[in-house]
């Protein structure tokens, strides 16, 4: 389970990572199973843990009054899953994650990390392109949100995360892009067209 870690690691780091660093990252990040439907964080906890996802999809959503989900994010392997936020402010999460299928994780507390980066370099540089890359991400879909009719919000989604296309439903995608299912479908229907 670890080397799937251990190799995303490295493919985001320069430096190599040592045996003994390996030894560190195996003896800190603990194998985590979810059923399908299992939550890894709920609505007003305090997320305690980061899941780097070895097998598996989740998705992390807030849910309104009227009871409608909207989904923040999708995850599948080598994601991470957990709600910055609240890790780090120490806060009450506005979110719930959950297994979208029997998923399997490695996960780890922040101060955990935090010890690790201080003894891991190659750890501190995969973060920070980590984060580099989504705030990024980040800023692209909030421009696309707001400047981007649906059927260009739905092109850019499938350009760039074909894979969440064959593991999510519908409704799941129309709600992380901010449209209808109904909407979803049409746009879909005259693709293939």
Known sequence: MHEKLIAYISQYASLPLTSEEQALIVATFQ?????????????GDVCKYAGFIVKGAMRQYSVDDKGTEYIVHLFIENYWANDRESSTMLTPSKYNID??????????????MLDLMDKIPALVQMIR?????NAIANQRRLSSTISNAAEKRYEEFATHHPQFI???????????????KETLSRIRKQGTK
């Open 31 to 43: 194998p985590k199973k979810l059923r399908k439907k299992q939550y890894f964080l709920q609505e």
């Open 99 to 112: 297994a979208w299928e029997n998923t399997e994780l490695l996960i780890i507390t922040r101060a955990e």
């Open 129 to 133: 392109l980590m984060d580099e890359r």
């Open 166 to 180: 064959q593991r999510f439903p519908q409704h799941l995608i129309a709600s992380y892009l901010g449209i209808t």
